[in-house]
């Protein structure tokens, strides 16, 4: 079993920064890949970025590339999402996701259903 407990959310002006944090249970962290999604109002939740178990390779929805950063600290078991340049359209509740040995061969890494945890999700409010 995994808990994961994320924070670091809050309301933000357009073009502000925040970095999300996800505290994981996880043992060994190590096999774990960790992401992150997100879910607007009316809209399903949607994948946001990810980062393989090894901590090196990193994947981003198109619509947050080179404004999201997302990093693994495995001495804390912790993912951070570091978001920057945020748009109105970033405004969404963000989740943390995990899964064990995730298969990236496939064509659902991506897909919340690969997730088998998550955490109880963080709100960012970014106002115009």
């Known amino acids: 079993q995994v808990q994961l407990v994320e924070s670091g959310g809050g309301a933000v002006q357009a073009g502000g920064s925040l970095r999300l944090s996800c505290a994981a249970s996880?043992?060994?962290?190590?096999?774990?890949?960790m992401g992150w999604f997100r879910q607007a109002p009316g809209k399903e939740r949607e994948f946001v970025a990810v980062?393989?178990?090894?901590?090196?390779?990193?994947y981003y929805a198109d619509s947050v590339k080179g404004r999201f950063t997302i990093s693994r600290d495995t001495a804390k078991n912790t993912v951070y999402l570091q978001m920057t340049s945020l748009k109105p359209e970033d405004t969404a509740v963000y989740f943390c996701?995990?899964?064990?040995?995730?298969?990236?061969?496939?064509?659902?890494?991506?897909?919340?259903?690969?997730?088998?945890?998550w955490g109880q999700g963080t709100q960012v409010t970014v106002s115009s």
């Open positions: 996701a995990a899964r064990m040995d995730l298969n990236f061969e496939t064509n659902s890494w991506y897909r919340p259903i690969a997730y088998d945890y």
């Open positions: 996880a043992s060994p962290f190590s096999r774990v890949a």
């Open positions: 980062t393989r178990r090894s901590g090196t390779t990193t």
